[in-house]
Nanobody, 120 residues
Framework: QVQLVESGGGVAQPGGSLRLSCTASETFFRILTMGWSRQVPGKDREMVAQ???????YYDDSVKGRFTNSRDDAQNKVSLQMNNLKPEDAAGYYCKLKTMSTENEVRNHWGQGTQVTRSS
């Protein structure tokens, strides 16, 4: 079973920075997209950033200009650099990889989540 190991969560100091990383436990024929979603209790999970294998990027309006999502296919790794953090960025962050096998089977793989908490 594929495991996505996330790291880098912490306290979101206003104006501060955090970097999240997510590494897959195995290699894939093709990783179509690599991205991050976040979820707060009582609300749906929302995608905040994604990058395709062609380099096309997506960012939610709430993080544009502050977050940068990057991928390292050689290491099966995706990273989210979060700058100028705001209190509303506090959430559970989940990485997601959409992969394709040699038989053109598409699968979504999710990380276990890492917490970004609001500073007191």
């Amino acid at each position: 079973q594929v495991q996505l190991v996330e790291s880098g969560g912490g306290v979101a100091q206003p104006g501060g920075s955090l970097r999240l990383s997510c590494t897959a436990s195995e290699t894939f024929f093709r990783i179509l997209t690599m991205g991050w979603s976040r979820q707060v209790p009582g609300k749906d999970r929302e995608m905040v950033a994604q990058i395709s294998d062609s380099g096309r990027t997506y960012y939610d309006d709430s993080v544009k200009g502050r977050f940068t999502n990057s991928r390292d296919d050689a290491q099966n790794k995706v990273s989210l650099q979060m700058n100028n953090l705001k209190p509303e960025d506090a959430a559970g962050y989940y990485c997601k990889l959409k992969t394709m096998s040699t038989e053109n089977e598409v699968r979504n793989h999710w990380g276990q989540g890492t917490q970004v908490t609001r500073s007191s």
